[in-house]
């Protein structure tokens, strides 16, 4: 059963998603967008999510669930899946080059996911209205083309660096600042930085 908001319906006038010229080649792995990321960083405890750019404005990823994952024994938690398929749909900002953030994500859990399993994750824009991009994702079990464990649609909003420049600890702001490599994702997102 699927019972979505409104809201996550792109409206009349809304444009069909363009690639951008230089966005990573199909089966490209794409690097993390923020080494500390909870979902792309390396961290123990993340996610360590591995995504490759896919055809079109779409993209596939892999996540392996791990003990530190669980929220029933022997189970995946559902926020964590969420987190997973919210970093997979996050990750289509490298093909547009365009900064987006969540603005509303809607999950359904269709099957429990066992520790251990690999969530194949499949990522695409489906529309896009001003700053608003409209996106759906879908994580399957026993393989890329197994059933459907988890699929969500989400909302995501364009912003510009200063977004995370206002809003973020002034610690980690000012040490990502000072990162060359860092400074240089942020201008790969950015299609006039
Ligand atoms: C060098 C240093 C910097 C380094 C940078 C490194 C590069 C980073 C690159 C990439 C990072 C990507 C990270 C991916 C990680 C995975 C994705 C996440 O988890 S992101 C985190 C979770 N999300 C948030 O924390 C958002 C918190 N919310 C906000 O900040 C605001 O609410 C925001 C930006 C989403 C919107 O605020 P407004 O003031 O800009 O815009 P308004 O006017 O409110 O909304 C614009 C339109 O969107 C609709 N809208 C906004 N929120 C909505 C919602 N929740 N539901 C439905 N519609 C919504 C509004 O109704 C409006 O629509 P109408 O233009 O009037 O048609």
Known sequence: MS???TVL???????APVRHPDAPAPGELLGAHYDQCFGCGEQSGGL?????????VGLTAEFTVDAAHQGAPGLAHGGVLTAALDETLG?????????AVTGRLETDFVRPVPV???LHLE??????????IYCAATGRIGGPEGPVAVRAEALFIEVRVDHFIKNGRSEEIN???????????ARAFEVNP
Do not use: C, F
Not at 9 to 15: F, I, S, V
Not at 123 to 132: C, I, N, P
């Open 9 to 15: 319906k792109p409206p009349e006038g809304a444009m």
């Open 48 to 56: 360590r999510l591995r995504v490759r750019a896919g055809e079109g």
């Open 123 to 132: 990522a695409r824009v489906t529309a896009v209205h001003g700053r608003k």
């Open 91 to 99: 990750s289509l900002n490298w093909l547009q080059r365009v900064i």
């Open 116 to 118: 251990g399993t690999v």
């Open 175 to 185: 040490a990502a600042l000072a990162d060359p490599d860092q400074v240089k994702v």
């Open 3 to 5: 019972g979505r908001t």
